[in-house]
């Protein structure tokens, strides 16, 4: 069964900035297309940015030019940059493994991102 254990969450002031970590186990990680979600109080959860083994991005209009994700395919980790954080994306951040090829989806159990002065 895939694992998956988000960290870096926290507290910070608005136009602070935050790094995310994802650490994956028992999964073939470069077989996977992993993603950053995100559900805030009464929301439903949203796609935050995903990035492909081979290292192609996508991300939410909303934080386009605010955040960036990446994976180092050799620590079997996705990262999540977020720069000039806003109240709104408050948030628990969730980490996403989806085979290439098809499957299950894998999630981690989040990791809360408060934005608050």
């Known amino acids: 069964q895939v694992q998956l254990v988000e960290s870096g969450g926290g507290l910070v002031q608005p136009g602070g900035s935050l790094r995310l970590s994802c650490a994956a186990s028992?999964?073939?990680?470069?077989?996977?297309?992993m993603g950053w979600y995100r559900q805030a109080p009464g929301k439903k959860r949203e796609l935050v940015a995903v990035?492909?083994?081979?290292?192609?991005?996508n991300y939410a209009d909303s934080v386009k030019g605010r955040f960036t994700v990446s994976r180092d395919n050799a620590k079997n980790t996705v990262y999540l940059q977020m720069n000039s954080l806003k109240p709104d994306d408050t948030a628990v951040y969730y980490c996403?493994?989806?085979?290439?090829?098809?499957?299950?989806?894998?999630w981690g159990e989040g990791t809360l991102v408060t934005v608050s002065s």
């Open positions: 990035i492909t083994p081979g290292g192609t991005t």
């Open positions: 996403n493994a989806r085979p290439v090829l098809g499957g299950v989806n894998s």
């Open positions: 028992r999964v073939i990680f470069s077989d996977n297309v």
